[in-house]
C-alpha cells in the first residue's frame, strides 16, 4: 500500500454543539500507531470549516503515504470530528478509528457510512451521527484534476494570485476576489534560450500581512513545448515540498514556444550577474575551513545549479560496442556514485548549547552534503552541494539526486581495485564542517557487482548528539570510524556504476552530474519488523550511577525506533525492573546488511534530556537469527568515551540481564512470550548465603604497557551487597595469593535469573583498574554446576555437615570490556558455594579458613 486517497465526503446527526441547535463541524486526520497515539511523520490533516449544519458536506480528498512515511508502519486512522468555536477550544463531536487492516483486505475502493463514537475522557454526553469516508489505493504519480483551490478565508473562499518564474525571471498574477475558480486571461514573457527548464508556479491566497500558500507546481517546459504551437496544460498543486498531500487544485496555462532573431541579443544584455543574498555573502566571508574538510569553496553551487549541471546518463553500454574514439581520444573509467536520499540525520545546528559546548536540544536542522573521495587520494574529493532541513529528526530527510563520478586509475602498484571513502557532513561556515557519519566501501567494483546497479542503503553511525561534547576527541574519533559508533546517525541510498567515458567529452577528473529523481517502486524491498525486550535487572553500574543520585533506564533502539524501560534508582550498583516491551512497527530493508544496527543503552535522566551512559551493540544480523527464541542472558556494557559519564579504564561500567527478539512482524505473532512466568520468577527471591572463595590469581597484566608493577586487589560484589576488598600483602607480584572467604547476604530470584558474581581486580600501586571477573550463578539452576566450582546447599545441611559436595576452585578470566571487545588481563582462582537460608536473619557457621598458598588447579 504506496499510497491511500482518504476522501471526507460528509456526515450526518451529528451532535449540536452550540446553544442554537447546530454545530460548526470539521474532521481531523490522524495515523495512530499500534498504541493508539498519533504518528507525527504520518501528518496531521483537517477539513475546512462546516458553518451551522449537523449534516456537513466536505467533499475534501488527503494522500497518505509518502516518502517519508510508509503507511505499513501505521495501525489505524483517526477521524476526530470537532465542533469549531473561534477563540475558544474548539469542542469535540465524536470520534471515528477505522483500521487499515480493513482498508488493505479490499481490493475495490471501500465506500461506507461509520458510525461516531465517543471519546473518553474529552466528552461529557454521548456522541452521534455517522461519518461518510472514502478510501482507495493511490498512486505515488497522481494524475492532474481539475479541482477547486483551497478555501483560506472564513467565508470559505481565497483571493487567489499566482506567482511564476524561470531562471530569475519572475512574474505575478492580478489578485481575483472572494473566488474558488478564478480567472485570469494574463500573458507573460521570458527570454530563453534553452526549453530544457523549469517554470516555477506558487498559488497563493493574498491576505493583508502575509500571504497564504495554496499550492506549488513546476513544469520542464522541454516536456511540452512545440516551437510555434500553442499547448494547453493542466498542473496539479502539490505541498511546498512537491508532495501531493491533499487536493489543493489545478492550474490551466496555455504555452507559446517563439522564436525570436533578437532574442538571444536581449538576453546577453539583459544577462546580470547573480547577486547573492546577504546571508549568502555573509557565509562565504566568515568561513572557517577545517584543514581536512571536505569543502572546497570554488565548488559553492547556488539556487540555479538545476541549469549549471548536466544530467549523468544512466545507460548501461558495452565497452566493446563503444564506438572508435576520435583521434587524441582516451577512455575514463568512472565511479558513478548517485546520492539519491540520506534520512534520519541528527539536528546538529541549533542555538540551544550549554556551557560545556554539550546539546541539548530536541530539534534543530541541518546543513548537509555528501563528499566521496578515493581511499588513495582523501584529499581529492567531489561533493553534492549543501541542502537545509529543520524539523524534528524525523523530518531532517534530504533530497540529493546527484551522481558524484570519481575516476579511476589503474593503482602504481598495479591494483584493479579501488576503496572509495564518503563523508556525510554538515556544512559550518563558522567553526568548520562537521562530520555526521563516514564510511568505506572496499573493492568498490565487486561492490557494484554484489548490487547490480540497484540502490541500496547504508547506515551511518557516530557519536551520540546528546551529552557530548561537539568537539571532543573520542566524540570525533567515533564519528570517523563507523564500527566505533555508539549512536545511529542516519542512513545514505545511493547507486554504484561503472561508466567508461571518452576523454573528447569528459575531463579526467571527478566531477558530477544530476540524477533523475529515483521512484519509490526503486526503493530497496522492504518489511515490516517488531522488537521486543524483557528488561530484568543490572549489576556492577558505574560509581556516578551507582549512588542512587539519578534515575536510569534500559533503552533498545534501532534506527530512530526505540523501547524503554522504567526509569529507576540503583542501589549500590544493582537495579531491578523486570518489564517487558515491544516496538510499534518498524520498516526497514529485506536485505539485513542494510537493516540498522541494534543499540541497547543504560541511560539517566528524563526523556527529553535523555543521556546515554553505557551501550552494548548488536547487529540485527545476529540478532534476527534466533529471533523472539533468544535465551535471556548478561549482557557486558561499554561505556561511552564521547559522554564519559563512566570511565571504562578506570572502573567496571556495568552489566545488564535481558532477553531480547528482533524479526518481522509475522514472527513477533506467532513467537510470543510467557511475561506472566518471567515476572514472577525475578520477583519472587529467597534468602541465600553467597560464599565466594578467592584463593589467588596468576599472569596479571595492566591496562597500561608503561605500568611494570601491579600490587593486585579485589572486590567481590553480588546484587546489592556492600562490596567486600581483599586485604593484599602489598607486595608487587602478577600472581598474589589471597586464600579469603566472604560472606554476603542477598535475596535472590530464582536461580536461573540470579545476579553474576563480580570480582573487580585493580592495581593499588599506582592506583588503576585491571579488570573483572564474572561467576554464573545461573549455572546452578538445576542443582550444582556441571564443573562443581559451584555449589548449592541448605542452611540445615551446612550446620549438620551433610554437604553432598563442597565447591571446586575454578580459573576464570579478568576481562576488560572496551569499544574494540573484551580483552583478558590474567586469571583469579575462585570458586561460590551458594547456602539457602530458612530466613533472612538465620546465624550460619563460620567458613573454612583457605591454605595461604598457590594451588595447583
Known amino acids: 500500500m504506496p499510497q491511500l486517497i482518504v476522501t471526507i465526503v460528509g456526515a450526518r446527526d451529528l451532535l449540536a454543539g452550540d446553544l442554537n441547535g447546530f454545530s460548526d463541524p470539521f474532521v481531523q486526520l490522524t495515523v495512530l500507531d499500534t498504541k493508539g497515539q498519533p504518528l507525527a511523520a504520518g501528518g496531521c490533516f483537517k477539513t475546512v470549516v ?112 499566482v506567482k511564476l518564474s524561470v531562471v530569475g525571471q519572475r512574474h505575478r498574477t492580478e489578485t481575483v476576489a472572494k473566488t474558488l475558480k478564478p480567472h485570469w486571461d494574463e500573458r507573460f514573457a521570458f527570454l530563453l534560450k534553452d526549453p530544457h527548464t523549469t517554470l516555477e508556479l506558487q498559488a497563493e491566497d493574498e491576505d493583508r500581512t502575509i500571504n497564504d500558500f495554496l499550492g506549488r507546481a513546476q513544469l520542464v517546459l522541454a516536456d511540452v513545448i512545440v516551437p510555434n504551437e500553442e499547448k494547453t496544460v493542466t498542473v496539479t498543486l502539490l505541498d511546498k515540498n512537491l508532495l501531493n498531500d491533499k487536493d489543493r ?27 547573492r543574498s546577504i546571508m549568502q555573502s555573509l557565509k562565504k566571508s566568515m568561513r572557517v575551513s577545517a584543514p581536512d574538510g571536505p569543502y572546497n569553496s570554488d565548488d559553492e553551487l547556488n539556487e540555479e545549479d538545476d541549469e549549471v549541471l548536466d544530467v549523468e546518463s544512466d545507460d548501461d553500454v558495452d565497452t566493446n560496442s563503444l564506438p572508435p574514439l576520435p583521434p587524441g581520444a582516451t577512455r575514463i573509467n568512472f565511479l558513478v556514485a548517485t546520492i539519491h536520499r540520506v534520512e534520519g540525520l541528527p539536528p546538529m545546528d541549533s542555538l540551544l548549547f550549554d556551557k560545556g559546548e554539550n546539546r541539548k536540544h530536541n530539534s534543530g536542522g541541518i546543513d548537509a552534503y555528501v563528499a566521496a573521495a578515493l ?97 571532543s576527541r573520542a566524540a570525533g574519533l567515533m564519528n570517523d570510524n563507523a564500527y566505533l559508533g555508539s549512536a545511529y546517525r542516519g542512513r545514505l541510498l545511493l547507486s554504484l556504476r561503472i561508466r567508461v567515458k571518452s576523454s573528447d567529452v569528459y575531463d579526467a577528473k571527478h566531477q558530477k552530474r544530476l540524477a533523475p529523481k529515483l521512484s519509490l517502486e526503486c526503493f530497496p524491498e522492504s518489511c515490516v519488523y517488531r522488537m521486543r525486550a524483557h528488561f530484568i535487572q543490572s549489576i556492577g553500574l558505574p560509581k556516578a550511577t551507582a549512588a542512587g543520585k539519578s534515575k536510569l533506564s534500559l533503552v533498545l533502539s534501532c534506527g530512530l525506533h526505540q523501547i524503554s524501560s522504567t526509569k529507576k534508582k540503583a542501589v549500590n550498583g544493582s537495579l531491578k525492573w523486570n518489564e517487558t516491551e515491544e516496538s510499534d512497527k518498524m520498516l526497514f530493508p529485506v536485505d539485513l546488511a542494510q537493516v540498522p544496527d541494534v543499540f541497547l543503552y543504560l541511560c539517566e535522566k528524563d526523556d527529553d534530556k535523555r543521556v546515554a551512559i553505557c551501550y552494548k551493540r548488536f547487529r540485527a544480523k545476529d540478532l534476527l ?137 585493580k592495581n593499588e600501586s599506582p ?83 583457605l591454605d595461604k598458598t598457590h594451588m595447583d588447579v
Request: proline fraction near 5%.
Open 50 to 161: 462546516a458553518k451551522r449544519t449537523l449534516s456537513p458536506e466536505w467533499n475534501e480528498s488527503f494522500i497518505l503515504g509518502t516518502r517519508d512515511f510508509d503507511l505499513r508502519s501505521a495501525t489505524s486512522l483517526r477521524f476526530l470530528v470537532y465542533d469549531f468555536d473561534g477563540l475558544k477550544r474548539d469542542d469535540v463531536l465524536g470520534v471515528v478509528d477505522v483500521p487499515l487492516d480493513l482498508i488493505k483486505c479490499e481490493e475495490k475502493p471501500l465506500d461506507d457510512w461509520f458510525r461516531v463514537v465517543k471519546v473518553p475522557g474529552q466528552m461529557s454526553s454521548d456522541a452521534k451521527g455517522e461519518l461518510h469516508l472514502v478510501f482507495s489505493k493511490g498512486q505515488n504519480s497522481p494524475k492532474g484534476r481539475s479541482k477547486d483551490l483551497l478555501p483560506m478565508d472564513r467565508n470559505n473562499s481565497s483571493d487567489p494570485l
Open 249 to 275: 487544485g489545478t492550474l490551466k496555462l496555455r504555452l507559446l514556444w517563439l522564436y525570436d532573431l533578437n532574442a538571444e541579443t536581449i538576453t546577453n544584455s539583459s544577462r546580470k550577474k547573480k547577486e
Open 375 to 471: 581511499s588513495t587520494e582523501p584529499e581529492d574529493f567531489v561533493r553534492t552541494r549543501v541542502r537545509t532541513k529543520q524539523g524534528r529528526r524525523d523530518q531532517l530527510n534530504v533530497n540529493f539526486r546527484e551522481s558524484l563520478m570519481l575516476m579511476l586509475s589503474d593503482d602504481k602498484k598495479g591494483k584493479k581495485s579501488h576503496d572509495v571513502i564518503f563523508n556525510v557532513m554538515d556544512w559550518d561556515p563558522v567553526g568548520g564542517d562537521e562530520v555526521v557519519g563516514k564510511f568505506e566501501l572496499k573493492d568498490v567494483e565487486t561492490v557494484v557487482k554484489a548490487h547490480g546497479n540497484e540502490p541500496f542503503w547504508v547506515n551511518l553511525y557516530g557519536a551520540p548528539v546528546k551529552g557530548c561534547s561537539n568537539n
Open 625 to 761: 537469527a534466533t529471533q523472539f527464541v533468544r535465551e535471556t542472558e548478561w549482557i557486558p556494557l561499554v561505556a561511552d568515551r564521547a559522554v564519559a559519564i563512566a570511565r571504562a579504564r578506570e572502573e567496571y561500567p556495568g552489566k545488564v540481564l535481558v532477553r531480547l527478539g528482533f524479526g518481522p512482524i509475522e514472527t513477533a505473532t506467532s513467537q510470543s512470550w510467557d511475561q506472566k512466568e518471567m515476572i514472577e520468577h525475578v520477583n519472587h527471591r529467597m534468602p541465600y548465603q553467597v560464599r565466594i572463595r578467592l584463593h589467588e590469581a596468576r599472569n596479571l597484566v595492566s591496562l597500561h604497557s608503561s605500568t611494570k608493577t601491579i600490587v593486585a586487589s579485589a572486590a567481590v560484589q553480588c546484587w546489592d551487597g556492600l562490596q567486600k576488598t581483599v586485604e593484599g600483602s602489598g607486595e608487587p607480584s602478577t600472581c598474589p595469593v589471597w586464600a579469603q572467604t566472604f560472606c554476603i547476604d542477598v535475596n535472590l530470584p530464582h536461580l536461573r535469573y540470579a545476579p553474576q558474581v563480580l570480582i573487580h581486580v
Open 767 to 849: 592506583r588503576e583498574y585491571i579488570g573483572t571477573v564474572s561467576v554464573s550463578l545461573s549455572d546452578a539452576a538445576d542443582g550444582n554446576s556441571a564443573d562443581g566450582s559451584i555449589t548449592v546447599c541448605t542452611s540445615q545441611e551446612l550446620k549438620q555437615n551433610e554437604r553432598l559436595r563442597v565447591p571446586k576452585p575454578k580459573w576464570l578470566s579478568v576481562v576488560f570490556n572496551g569499544d574494540d571487545g573484551e580483552t583478558f588481563h590474567g586469571q583469579v582462582l575462585v570458586s561460590v558455594e551458594l547456602i539457602r537460608k530458612v530466613f533472612p536473619d538465620e546465624k550460619l557457621p563460620d567458613p573454612e579458613a
